[in-house]
Nanobody, 116 residues
């Protein structure tokens, strides 16, 4: 089984909300910094949000105030709550786990489509 599996993507109207979840397995989750990244067609992958193993968060400028990242070390999951979605948020969203800049895992991605 892949170490990271995303879920929760889908189609939503502008102004709506979605919650993405990423389930980790086979890694010592609590030791990893976790993140969400996205890639829109024709664009480079960009940072959405990260949360360190200590709980410190960081957000991309375009999602600040709208998105919130959280983690549950007991369940080995990281979530991304996305509010006030805009068509520009349309992308494939990827979960990332990284530790010591060496152990680096990516999920398969989940599609988020925001209609205007």
């Amino acid at each position: 089984q892949a170490p990271l599996v995303e879920s929760g993507g889908g189609l939503v109207q502008a102004g709506g909300s979605l919650r993405l979840s990423c389930a980790a397995s086979g890694i010592t989750f609590r030791l990893y910094d976790m993140g969400w990244y996205r890639q829109a067609p024709g664009k480079q992958r960009e940072l959405v949000a990260t949360i360190t193993n200590g709980g410190n968060t960081n957000y991309g400028d375009s999602v600040k105030g709208r998105f919130a990242i959280s983690r549950d070390n007991a369940k080995n999951t990281v979530a991304l709550q996305m509010n006030s979605l805009e068509p520009e948020d349309t992308a494939v969203y990827y979960c990332n786990a990284i530790r010591d800049k060496v152990f680096d895992y990516w999920g398969q991605g989940t599609q988020v489509t925001v209609s205007s």
